[in-house]
């Protein structure tokens, strides 16, 4: 329960403003990193600097649980991804916002692809 919590709120505070695709892009690349590092996925979320969401600054501004279709989606793909029922819909294993970043692995991304806000890809 607690896992899903966290993968959920990872989704949501990433992604929660994209399409079911681009929240489903976002946990792809949760999955994919945590099949790279021994299946650890609560270990691949907390991995400082990786999910901006996290950032120390960005944590103490959120206080309530989040609701509305994009939460419910959120809680879904968390709910599978525990399951193990998830399978991934691309294969990156990076992703970034281009109007919000220019980060120096942006460049070195293989087999980019834009979908949403974000651009995908693997490293």
Known sequence: MILEMLIACTLFY????????????VASVIVNRAADNGGDIRKVIL???QFSCWNIRKTKQRTKLPQGRAWSDCQKIAGKIVAGTFKPTISANHYYNPSLCSPSWGKALRGKVAIGNHTFGEL
């Open 14 to 25: 990433e992604a929660g403003g994209e399409s079911l695709q681009g929240k489903q892009a």
């Open 47 to 49: 991995k400082p600097k």
